[in-house]
């Protein structure tokens, strides 16, 4: 049985499906806990006597084997007697516990400060809040003032105080410490004597548009710190201050891009024909960093082709639209209302254009209502992909045919069982665009082959991209490509690791980087569906932790999880209901968890829907084509839904 220990707050323990595993009073709590403190090393039997008594009685040492042999039974109840510990293993005279890091809690906590300490502000402000949420309280929270329980609390609240300053420190170097002010006033006023936590409150509270409140608290703690310490004023305090005084522009950072639009956005004397190009131009620029540009560039993309159809120029409309040519390698929109107003804008400005449109801007235009228009099985947009092609070929045009083939690419998915079309597009994209120096589109191609290997079960040839598409990522500053290429890793640990805490915490690692990435698209309900992709291929129930948010995937997973909780009358009814999956990355993905609820119900007409639609997929693995989550080979899945539509006839 694998276990997670939890010491920061009361000691808890519970296995890997989140029940409580009972290892029983104070004195065996303490030892457990002792030995957590230990961060793996042995502890001597006379140790642990000495930090379990003031004044040991005579029979300690053999009440402290008692222990540690009713621990072991706790925590590894199928263990055949007189085989070894695999969980508290004896080293010399004393104990050793052998949970890995990533199952106790104070020690991920630990690895994850530690990792964080030169990472990028968004992986930092992610990762850190996540930690934080572990913290349940004071840490062995029910073991007393002894002395060692004592000493390993002031070493983790150190450890924790350290965490909150790194954290708030990443947010603001982001822009982004308005939300911040309540945590840090709290955070200050309980650590009074912490400098950096007043320097932290007051950039917080200039970011939030209060420079009176933010001059105030540093003028209040020069004087705490006086007064109830003795300490002379810091410079950073100081520094802050001057800072303030002159509006100094790091206070609230943005990017260089995103200022670039901002300022497009604002500029009036600019001609509008200009400016709106120019709005598209620096959007598709910002948009392969990530993250809020991002985000900010999609808006300001959506806003310039809005402005530009309202001044009635289809010509103007269509360059604007044409100017935005950022690669898409995922078939779910970040922001679908979005994506479909800019969709209805296109197809209103190709009418207007009519026939005499100039070939490269229509095929442009195609090629962007295929990209758009993702998702669905609308014969339209694929035949818009497929003309755009046309065109762009007959044009003899690099930069447009990169464009519809990515078109095709995303309308591909209309239809299962299409791998090697889209092998076969990645690998012109790659050609073309190494031709005509479009290193975006050729890294697009490397990533949808990595796609395509994982889906055929290639890892060797999947790795082969990443490596292609890292070294490219670099050269060309794309950051959201080594986003993409962690979540390919965390699928191959998923694969071959035996340890699904280890892989759950890579997971939970990955969704706090896709949380900043600024793809929503990709991120929503991605942590919950890998984490129900990990326990059906370990045979356990799915996740039923209110706190996971499944978001699209909700009605596909809610079966299980209605059986998880022993609902089975709930998950009849909604597996009576599900719907067909979307014509994107997921299909097989959902597929295969149709699956194992038609199998978990032993609903034979729903066994054979399921059958049905993976069949086209026989030989691949099932959510390969993410290149993020895997729900194993699909030939596997195929087979045990023949048991039960063999059943049925």
Same mark, same amino acid.
Do not use: C, I, K, Q
């Given at each position: 049985m694998e276990i997670l220990v939890k010491v920061l707050g009361p000691i808890e323990v519970t296995d890997a499906g989140g029940r409580p595993v009972a290892v029983g009073?104070?004195?065996?709590?303490?030892? &457990? *806990?002792r030995l957590v403190a230990a961060g793996g090393r042995a502890v001597p039997l006379a140790t642990l006597v000495a930090?379990?008594?003031?004044?040991?009685?005579?029979?300690?040492?053999?009440?402290?084997r008692t222990f540690v042999a009713e621990l072991r039974r706790a925590l590894e109840p199928d263990r055949l007697p007189r085989t070894p510990s695999r969980a508290i293993e004896t080293v010399g005279t004393g104990y050793a516990l052998r949970v890995p890091r990533a199952h106790v809690d104070a020690h991920r906590f630990e690895d994850t400060l530690r990792a964080m300490r030169d990472a990028p502000g968004d992986q930092v402000a992610g990762a &850190? *809040?996540?930690a934080l949420s572990w913290w349940r309280g004071e840490p062995y929270a029910d073991l007393g003032t002894s002395p060692w329980p004592a000493a390993e609390r002031a070493r983790l609240t150190e450890l924790h105080r350290q965490a909150v300053e790194l954290r708030a420190r990443a947010v603001l170097d982001l822009g982004r410490g308005a939300p911040l002010v309540p945590e840090l006033e709290a955070f200050a006023a309980t650590h009074p004597w912490r400098e950096h936590a007043w320097v932290l409150l007051a950039r917080a509270l200039y970011q939030a548009g209060r420079q009176v409140d933010a001059l105030a608290a540093l003028r209040g703690a020069r004087t705490r710190l006086l007064d109830q310490f003795g300490l002379a004023s810091a410079d950073s305090l100081d520094h802050l201050e001057r800072d303030i005084l002159r509006h100094a522009p790091h206070l609230t950072p943005t990017s260089r891009d995103e200022d670039r639009l901002r300022l497009l956005t604002r500029t009036e004397a600019t001609g509008t024909s200009t400016r709106l190009r120019s709005m598209s131009t620096v959007a598709r620029a910002a948009a392969v960093t990530g993250g809020t540009n991002l985000v900010l560039a999609q808006e300001q993309r959506a806003a310039a082709a809005a402005e530009a159809e309202r001044t009635g120029d289809p010509d103007l409309t269509a360059r604007v639209i044409a100017a935005y040519d950022v690669p898409t390698v995922w078939t779910r929109a970040d922001d679908p209302a979005r994506s479909e107003a800019l969709v209805a804008t296109t197809r209103r400005t190709l009418r207007r254009l009519g026939p005499e449109a100039p070939p490269a801007l229509r095929a442009r235009l195609l090629a962007t209502l295929g990209l758009e228009h993702r998702g669905t099985r609308d014969r339209w947009a694929a035949e818009a992909a497929a003309e755009a092609e046309l065109l762009a070929r007959e044009l003899h045009d690099p930069g447009a045919l990169a464009l519809a083939l990515n078109a095709r690419f995303v309308q591909s998915f209309q239809q299962p069982g299409r791998t090697a079309e889209r092998d076969a597009i990645a690998r012109e994209l790659i050609a073309l665009s190494a031709r005509h120096d479009l290193p975006t589109f050729e890294i697009l191609g490397h990533l949808i082959r990595i796609q395509v290997r994982a889906a055929r079960g290639d890892t060797e040839g999947a790795e082969r991209h990443v490596a292609a598409a890292?070294?490219?990522?670099?050269?060309?500053e794309t950051p959201l490509v080594h986003t993409l290429t962690a979540a390919f890793r965390t699928m191959r640990l998923a694969q071959?690791?035996?340890d699904p805490a280890e892989v759950a915490h890579a997971y939970r690692t990955l969704a706090t980087e896709l949380a900043g990435a600024g793809m929503p698209g990709v991120e929503a309900g991605a942590l919950p569906l890998a984490l129900l992709s990990l326990r059906l291929r370990?045979?356990?129930?799915a996740p039923t932790d209110p706190t996971l948010d499944w978001g699209p995937h909700r009605p596909w997973a809610r079966p299980l999880v209605d059986l998880a909780r022993g609902n089975v009358t709930a998950?009849?009814?909604a597996a009576a209901t599900l719907p067909e999956p979307p014509a994107d990355h997921l299909y097989d993905a959902l597929w295969a968890v149709t699956a194992h609820t038609a199998i978990q119900l032993q609903d034979g007409p729903l066994a054979a829907r399921a059958h049905d639609a993976l069949s086209p997929l026989r030989g691949e693995v099932a959510g390969g084509t993410t290149a993020m989550i895997t729900f194993g080979p699909v030939d596997d899945i195929l087979a045990a839904l023949e048991q039960h539509v063999e059943a049925e006839k």
């Open positions: 009073s104070r004195r065996r709590r303490e030892v &457990l *806990g930090d379990l008594w003031d004044d040991p009685p005579p029979t300690a040492a053999g009440t402290v &850190l *809040g996540e890292e070294r490219l990522a670099a050269v060309h071959r690791s035996n370990h045979g356990r129930p998950a009849r009814h």
